[in-house]
């Protein structure tokens, strides 16, 4: 299984990736709503959001990548050197994009190190993608994200986990996560989106390969 698959415009991906050796990435509530605010900086005109948890010692994220066009556009705005490769080459997408994920996580790496007189590393270098086939398995990876801390034993019940995207599609208020296009193409309601993951079962053929941060 490659698990650093490249990044392809308008195709959806589970992302994923853990501390070292286990450290706590998110010490108190401001830690998980900094890494929020810095990935909407780096990735959120790359990115569309669909799901996220952050967990005490590593994250997962359920994205899709924009257009081509919109990514030049915001590489235009970076000035770093993906982004000009990027814009003279758009075979350099993919690059341009890891690019971007890495500086999310060097600066809240940075942030941390300073807040917390940390040395050393902080999170895994290579962060895990995989590229989705099909509705049915993005489906399944939102659910699984949202059921991380239920899995992990932090909590019984979703709402109960604060750091997950799941009680905002409970909500009306404004997001930068895409929850219309999925409460509309990929469950019937809400009851239905609700019904999924009160009956949500792990499926080893589907996640064997994030039992490998998981664990």
Same mark, same amino acid.
């Given at each position: 299984?490659?698990?650093?698959? $490249? @990044? !392809?415009? !308008?195709?959806?991906?589970?992302?994923?990736?853990?501390?070292?050796?286990?450290?706590?990435?998110? %010490?108190?509530?401001?830690?998980?709503?900094?890494?929020?605010?810095? #990935?909407?900086?780096?990735?959120?005109?790359?990115? !569309? +959001?669909?799901?996220?948890?952050?967990?005490?010692? =590593?994250?997962? +994220?359920?994205?899709?990548?924009?257009?081509?066009?919109?990514?030049?556009? @915001?590489? %235009?705005?970076?000035?770093?050197?993906?982004?000009?490769? #990027?814009? $003279?080459?758009?075979?350099?997408?993919?690059?341009?994009?890891?690019?971007? @994920?890495? %500086?999310?996580?060097?600066?809240?790496? *940075?942030?941390?190190?300073?807040?917390?007189?940390?040395?050393?590393?902080?999170?895994?270098? %290579? #962060?895990?993608?995989?590229?989705?086939?099909?509705? !049915?398995?993005?489906?399944?990876?939102?659910?699984? *994200?949202?059921?991380?801390?239920? =899995? /992990?034993?932090?909590?019984?019940?979703?709402?109960?986990?604060?750091?997950?995207?799941?009680?905002?599609?409970?909500?009306?208020?404004?997001?930068? +996560?895409?929850?219309?296009?999925?409460?509309?193409?990929? @469950?019937?309601?809400?009851? $239905?989106?609700?019904?999924? /993951?009160?009956?949500?079962?792990?499926?080893?053929? *589907?996640?064997?390969?994030?039992?490998?941060? $998981?664990?």
């Amino acid at each position: 299984m490659n698990y650093w698959q $490249d @990044f !392809e415009p !308008e195709e959806f991906y589970h992302i994923y990736n853990k501390s070292v050796s286990g450290i706590r990435l998110f %010490r108190e509530d401001l830690d998980y709503q900094v890494f929020l605010s810095r #990935f909407n900086t780096y990735l959120g005109e790359c990115f !569309e +959001l669909y799901a996220y948890v952050l967990m005490p010692n =590593h994250f997962h +994220l359920l994205v899709k990548v924009k257009s081509g066009n919109q990514l030049s556009e @915001f590489a %235009r705005t970076q000035k770093t050197v993906k982004s000009k490769l #990027f814009l $003279d080459q758009p075979s350099g997408l993919n690059d341009f994009v890891v690019d971007q @994920f890495k %500086r999310w996580l060097s600066s809240y790496t *940075i942030t941390y190190k300073n807040k917390y007189q940390h040395s050393g590393s902080v999170m895994m270098k %290579r #962060f895990k993608r995989i590229q989705s086939d099909s509705i !049915e398995k993005n489906i399944y990876w939102l659910a699984y *994200i949202h059921h991380n801390p239920i =899995h /992990h034993e932090y909590c019984k019940d979703y709402s109960q986990w604060k750091y997950s995207s799941y009680n905002t599609y409970l909500t009306t208020k404004n997001t930068k +996560l895409n929850r219309s296009q999925t409460l509309d193409k990929w @469950f019937s309601s809400l009851d $239905d989106f609700l019904q999924y /993951h009160s009956n949500f079962k792990l499926d080893h053929n *589907i996640d064997q390969i994030d039992q490998q941060i $998981d664990h």
